[in-house]
């Protein structure tokens, strides 16, 4: 199946993945503003929460927002990467999940917004997805989300399943038929940054 998809240009795939960020966003905002529900004034800030993202494209379109920041900030983030992978890495040792914020938030502010990944999008509301073989897994959204919902008799729901599945091809649209041959990524985004883009 993957190695029928026809390889774009990166300039293509880039343009197609910003368009589909943004249908994420609208779906999210419409999710949320039936909730009323925003991130403004939460305790918490959900940028050290441990978790790994899974494409390539992603991968290179937020090294593309990486080369395109001045000098000294990109050597600050990679500095602060590299950090955090040696603190996951001990972690991790240790039998605990790493609890550290992301080397690209800079006094509560991802100073690489425009080029997040989609787990970084999608956190926050409840949400559903829908695998091929029909079942069906919730996400409830984040704490503050969760007390927002618990009395609700309908809770709304972004739909991730359209989402997964124009991200895949993306990905394969991006990678090329060489995708079949490859490893999956499993990768935090610090370990992304310190790696390089997925392709040099
Ligand atoms: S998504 Fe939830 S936990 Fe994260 S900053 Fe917003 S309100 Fe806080
Ligand atoms: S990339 Fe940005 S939004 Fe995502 S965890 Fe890092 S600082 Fe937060």
Redesign the pocket.
Known sequence: MAAKVKKLMPRVVFNKLEKLYQEMQESYDQVAAEIDFT?HG?P???CNSFFRHHTRVEWAYFWKGLDECRPELRREIVKRAGEYVEQMQRDLSLGRDPLIMCPVNFDGWCVLYRHRLMICRL??VPSTHTAPGGQSRDFPG????REKTELLSHVPRVDRTRFYHQLAWLEQSYVGPRIVKMDKVNLTLAEMIVHGPPFK
């Open positions: 991130c939460c918490d800030n959900c956190h926050g984040c704490f503050r989300c």
